[in-house]
């Protein structure tokens, strides 16, 4: 099992460059139009070259990430955990 740690949230207006394939392939998998306040959060996952993308508004809480995740094989760590649970 793969580990993820936050390397950022942003609004989708301020996203660095780097990380817009991963947010638009996201966007596309979940049918969803992007809106420059979208709130979106980033994991780096651990032992990989690839990023997980979270849109912080789609979540009631920590538990649907986190399922979200072990279906992707990944654990997200404690800290990042609790910053998310911050901006849900």
Request: net charge negative; hydrophobic share 35%; proline share 2%.
């Amino acid at each position: 099992m793969f580990v993820a740690t936050l390397d950022g949230i942003f609004k989708y207006s301020d996203l660095p460059e780097e990380y817009e394939p991963y947010v638009q392939f996201k966007a596309t998998i979940d049918k969803r139009e992007l809106n420059d306040d979208d709130e979106i959060a980033i994991l780096n996952i651990a032992g990989t070259s690839t990023h997980h993308v979270l849109f912080l508004d789609s979540y009631n809480n920590t538990r649907e990430i986190e399922k979200e995740l072990k279906e992707a094989d990944a654990k997200i760590n404690h800290t990042t955990l609790k910053i998310i649970g911050g901006h849900l």
